[in-house]
């Protein structure tokens, strides 16, 4: 930016007071110095320094041109830094560790968009049960942790945290499946399929069958979401799924989702953050940023809306 260049000359006088400690520090001959100060101050057609034997000092019009200068160097820092921003959000690799709950619909089409517009960021997703995601952050070989229901709070710093319905998987012509909302006493009447503990939706599931007095006993547990909402297709089965990761095109596995009514009693959350006192990389920062975005565009906060 050479238009800064004779601006940084003027503001280097000023603050040594002297043309020929100003020129030491800029790496030029006193001479050429003087010669662009006199341009200008001709340019203005007034002067910018008092000039005594002992040194330069900034007149009143000097005073003026400085704030001037100053706030353009400052100016210019800031758009510096900006820019070395986007140059780090353009390229660089973060690693996401993520509960099973994200990986099937919200995190790839995030990754999908954000590679069409910077192809040159790589994503390394890392799938763990409830507790481990969080965990991982710990020896930086996660950068980003996405968790329904955490486990280890105290080690992220949340970025986002969302409230997560959680809905019945069910046969089209299943007996609950014309209701507005499932009770969580309706459950036990029905073959369950649930995730293994200790699993975001079956410590939910747990928490609200033990507060009306039931324990839960699955037909059928595993870890694969898609498996257990498959079983619940052509059966009495009920299976279970959180927002984020309902499936739009449940009518062609002949499948409908039916909220499940906590009586007003929390769901769970869903959390998205880094290890707490660590500085993110800016391209693994930027696109937590968008995930903040996305969530909260995706499941607005009651409260927090009024």
Excluded: W
């Amino acid at each position: 930016m050479r238009h800064l260049l004779v601006l940084k000359y003027i503001e280097k006088i000023a603050r040594t007071g002297s043309l020929r400690r100003a020129s030491e520090e800029l790496g030029i001959t006193p001479s050429a110095l003087n010669r662009r100060i006199l341009s200008v101050e001709e340019e203005l057609g007034v002067e910018i320094f008092e000039r005594h034997p002992s040194g330069m000092r900034p007149n009143i019009a000097g005073e003026i041109l400085l704030k001037h200068i100053r706030d353009q160097i400052a100016d210019m820092d800031r758009v510096k830094s900006r820019i070395a921003d986007l140059s780090s959000m353009r390229t660089g690799h973060m690693n996401i560790a993520a509960t099973r709950e994200i990986v099937q619909f919200f995190l790839p089409d995030l990754i999908r968009n954000h590679l069409a517009e910077f192809p040159a960021v790589t994503f390394g997703v890392n799938l763990f049960e409830r507790g481990g995601a969080e965990a991982s952050l710990r020896d930086n070989s996660n950068d980003i942790a996405i968790v329904f229901e955490p486990i280890h709070i105290n080690d992220l710093q949340v970025v986002s945290s969302v409230a997560q319905t959680l809905y019945c998987i069910m046969a089209r012509d299943h007996p609950l499946a014309r209701k507005q909302s499932v009770k969580i006493y309706d459950c036990p009447d029905f073959p369950l399929l649930l995730p293994k503990r200790p699993e975001g939706i079956r410590k939910v599931l747990d928490g609200a069958a033990a507060r009306v007095g039931l324990s839960l006993k699955p037909a059928v547990e595993s870890n694969s979401l898609d498996l257990l909402r498959l079983m619940s297709r052509d059966s009495m089965a009920l299976s279970f799924s959180l927002a984020i990761n309902l499936r739009p095109d449940l009518e062609k596995d002949r499948l409908v989702a039916v909220p499940v009514d906590f009586h007003g009693a929390p769901t769970g959350r869903l959390v998205a953050g880094y290890l707490r006192g660590r500085t993110l990389p800016v391209a693994a920062a930027r696109f937590l940023e968008i995930i903040d975005r996305e969530l909260s565009l995706r499941f607005p906060d009651p409260v927090a809306g009024g």
